[in-house]
């Protein structure tokens, strides 16, 4: 199955995205990484006001496969999560680069974006394998 991410995201290896507005970043995870857990049955996020590192697990998600560790994309502090997602895992399954999105993270450095892959990059990799 080949997959297709938004042009303007960028990705983390763990498979976490970032998609930033000019003022705050939305973070969740890509379909390949939604595919891959399978029927996703618990979300776990951190407080609006927690502090995100770049690289430090923020939660979990849970599927009937397997428990898997969110890896933030940069370093912030969280503005808003999705409490959509955490009534409905299915939200992360149906759309998960639209309304399946996890937090909404003020970056207090904007520039982080850079190391992670385009997608593009993150699409030929992911698609190789």
Request: glycine share 6%.
């Given at each position: 199955?080949?997959?297709?991410?938004?042009?303007?995201?960028?990705?983390?290896?763990?498979?976490?995205?970032?998609?930033?507005?000019?003022?705050?970043?939305?973070?969740?995870?890509?379909?390949?990484?939604?595919?891959?857990?399978?029927?996703?049955?618990?979300?776990?996020?951190?407080?609006?006001?927690?502090?995100?590192?770049?690289?430090?697990?923020?939660?979990?998600?849970?599927?009937?496969?397997?428990?898997?560790?969110?890896?933030?994309?940069?370093?912030?502090?969280?503005?808003?999560?999705?409490?959509?997602?955490?009534?409905?895992?299915?939200?992360?399954?149906?759309?998960?680069?639209?309304?399946?999105?996890?937090?909404?993270?003020?970056?207090?450095?904007?520039?982080?974006?850079?190391n992670l892959l385009d997608s593009?990059?993150?699409?030929?990799?992911?698609?190789?394998?």
């Amino acid at each position: 199955m080949a997959f297709e991410f938004p042009a303007s995201y960028r990705f983390a290896d763990s498979h976490e995205y970032a998609h930033f507005d000019g003022e705050l970043m939305k973070v969740g995870i890509s379909a390949f990484a939604v595919d891959q857990l399978g029927d996703i049955v618990f979300v776990d996020l951190p407080q609006v006001g927690s502090t995100l590192d770049r690289g430090s697990s923020f939660g979990s998600v849970e599927s009937v496969k397997a428990v898997e560790e969110m890896y933030a994309p940069v370093d912030g502090e969280v503005v808003q999560r999705n409490e959509a997602v955490l009534v409905s895992p299915e939200e992360l399954q149906n759309d998960p680069h639209g309304e399946g999105w996890l937090l909404l993270v003020r970056p207090s450095n904007p520039t982080q974006l850079e190391n992670l892959l385009d997608s593009s990059t993150y699409s030929a990799r992911i698609n190789a394998n």
